[in-house]
């Protein structure tokens, strides 16, 4: 059962505009939502998170926003930049147990 | 400060042959997790140890796949005999403990069954 989704395989965005990646999670267990990058050839590395008991955490270029009755979170990067191009993993866990990871979405940023 | 080492990082092996993993994780990190990650999909944890301890080893195969944590450093995953459906990259990550979320990878190991 996919407990995380990114139903978007794959998002194209022109460099210094913004980006905007998606997840969903039906487990309202999850209390705590983590953003991966991975570069081809790499291990993910970790970008940014928030706990389930705030609704927007930031850092830099890059913002999470936490939904949590639509049980829905997103990833923005402002602005958008070629050197942001990977793969970007959605991960979440329950009361610090596993982390369960989406699919990811391939961000291609055109310069 | 060195990263988490990974070896090797391509193997190829026929089905039903034997293969085996090694990591290294960062120094000081007391958990060491094993993540299997098929073409397409996210990274699905095999095993986590606490120390030499195992945490979590609920979807580990344990007909087929093997993991020790020697001295709760170095750790080794063992898949005997392959099949095909192993076919993966297969992630080693640490941790400073069991309960961080920032868990750090290497670069991962890309097994091909034939």
């Known amino acids: 059962d996919q407990q995380v989704k990114q139903n978007s395989p794959s998002l194209s965005v022109q460099e210094g505009r913004i980006s905007i990646l998606n997840c969903d999670y039906t487990?309202?267990?999850?209390?705590?939502f983590l953003w991966y990058k991975k570069y081809p050839a790499e291990g993910p590395t970790f970008l940014i998170s928030?706990?389930?008991?705030?609704d927007k955490n930031e850092d830099g270029r890059f913002t999470v926003f936490l939904n949590k009755s639509a049980k829905h979170l997103s990833l923005h990067i402002v602005p958008s930049q070629p050197g942001d191009s990977a793969v970007y993993f959605c991960?979440?866990?329950?009361?610090?147990?596993?982390?369960?990871f989406g699919a990811g979405t391939i961000l291609r940023v055109k310069s | 400060e060195a990263g988490v080492a990974q070896s090797p990082r391509y193997k190829i092996i026929e089905k039903r042959q034997s293969v085996a993993f090694w990591c290294n994780p960062i120094s000081g990190h007391a958990t060491l997790y094993w993540y299997q990650q098929i073409l397409g999909q996210g990274p699905k944890l095999l095993i986590q140890?606490?120390?030499?301890?195992?945490?979590?080893d609920s979807q580990l195969p344990k007909d087929r796949f093997s993991a020790e944590r020697l001295k709760g450093v170095d750790s080794t995953l063992k898949i005997q005999p392959a099949k095909l459906e192993d076919s993966a990259v297969y992630l080693c990550a640490s941790s400073l403990a069991g309960d961080s979320y920032e868990q750090y990878f290497g670069p991962g190991t890309r097994l091909t069954v034939t």
């Open positions: 487990n309202s267990m999850f209390d705590y």
């Open positions: 991960a979440a866990s329950a009361w610090g147990n596993k982390l369960v």
């Open positions: 928030i706990s389930s008991i705030k």
């Open positions: 140890f606490q120390n030499n301890g195992v945490v979590d």
